[in-house]
């Protein structure tokens, strides 16, 4: 009689963890796209971010070159007419 006792003991230990594990893997199935989806959301976003970051700093630098070619220009000009 005590090994019927046993045996059905550990027949629920194992239904317990096959439940647990069904379980633990229907959360993971669920959860698991939507982050996937919000991170891939996020790293999009990131590098759109940072797409307009490095236009912005590459604009900025474009007009710096063109005010530095002015002035640069008007420099060469003046030196011309006083000579």
Sequence with gaps: MNEITNERRDYRLALGFLAGTAVGVGLMM????????????RATE???NLGSRAQAVRDG???G???????????????????
Excluded: C, I, Q, Y
């Design 65 to 83: 070159v063109v005010r530095g070619a002015h002035h640069v220009e008007r420099m060469a000009n003046a030196a011309k007419s006083t000579v």
């Design 46 to 48: 990131t590098a759109v």
């Design 30 to 41: 669920w959860l698991a796209p939507r982050a996937a989806a919000e991170l891939r959301e």
């Design 61 to 63: 630098v474009a007009d």
